[in-house]
């Protein structure tokens, strides 16, 4: 008779375990998705898109180092650009066909505050980076990707899945809708008009996406601080070919290097080696 009975606890407890983890499960995927599913109050307005050489050029220049081809591979057909087991698979979409159903006052929304037509916000996309762009840049920026040819590739990516521990990172907070990360209200900082104010513009609208809106790094990156360390000739190598004065290997940002900021002119990379290692770090002390 014990025996019965141990049986008939060990049923009832796999059955209540069993509960509380569908229950769990369950709590978790209802509550990621009603964040996922939020929706944000924030007018499309007018932005002056440019139809001249001159403003095709300066979009190119802009999606040339803001990266965009990082995630949407090569003339952004789209592609799977993070895909971990238990966490998520991320797929930035054919940019040239998205943006078909998008006014031009819409793209501007989506680029600057993470909000797609229907009210819904984007998540990894780096919106609270393209953010600081001012209107010229945004609207240029906006005229190149009009002129992309589609270059295919859509039909044969998955769709974005996010797994058990992003859900569980979404319902913490540990990972938020790109429209959460931003102050929509806040003021930019101006292009201009001398160098350091130049290079402030250049670093909040390029270098926030992995150092943090202030610059000051996070686990994976340092505080831009660290520029007052570094010579000129040192910081026009850091930024061409990825290597700093120590001459290390830096994964991430000799790729990022290589690819975006090998693209910025000598003057932008004088002006932010004006804001970095005098401006920035004069505002901390």
């Known amino acids: ?22 229950v ?28 001249d050489s001159a403003g095709l050029e300066r979009g190119r220049h802009v999606f040339q180092t803001r990266g965009c081809e990082g995630c949407h591979a090569e003339g952004l057909k789209g592609s799977v650009f993070f895909d971990q087991p238990m966490l998520a698979r991320l797929v930035a979409p054919n940019v ?27 998540a990894v996309m780096p919106s609270s980076m393209l953010y600081h762009l001012d209107d010229a840049d945004l609207g240029a920026l906006i005229a190149y990707l ?60 390029t270098c926030t996406e992995c150092h943090g809106q202030r610059l000051e ?5 340092p505080a831009l601080s660290i520029v007052a360390g570094y010579s000129p000739a040192e910081f026009a190598r850091l930024m ?6 120590d001459g290390r290997r830096l994964e991430m940002m000799g790729g990022v290097a290589r690819a975006r900021f090998v693209h910025f002119s ?16 004069a505002s901390k002390n």
């Open 217 to 221: 790094g996070s686990e994976e990156t």
């Open 24 to 51: 769990l499960l369950i709590v978790i995927y209802a509550g990621s998705e009603y964040r996922l599913r939020q929706k944000f109050d924030i007018a499309a307005t007018p932005i002056a898109v440019p139809t």
């Open 96 to 122: 040239v066909r998205a943006i078909k159903g998008y006014s031009d006052p819409e793209l501007a929304r989506l680029l600057r505050h993470g909000v797609r037509p229907n009210g819904r916000g984007v």
């Open 266 to 281: 000598d003057e932008e990379v004088g002006a932010l080696y004006a804001y970095l290692s005098t401006q920035m770090t």
């Open 146 to 205: 009009r002129t992309l040819p589609d270059k295919g590739g859509s039909d044969t990516l998955p769709p974005t899945s996010l797994r058990l521990l992003a859900r569980v990172g979404v319902i913490t907070g540990k990972y938020n809708l790109e429209p959460v990360e931003i102050v929509h209200d806040a003021p930019r900082a101006p292009n201009g008009p001398d160098a350091a104010a130049r290079g402030q513009y250049l670093a909040k609208s």
């Open 240 to 245: 061409r070919e990825g290597v700093p004065r």
């Open 1 to 22: 008779r014990s025996v019965s009975i141990m049986k008939r606890i060990r049923k009832w407890t796999a059955i209540t375990v069993t509960s509380i983890v569908a």
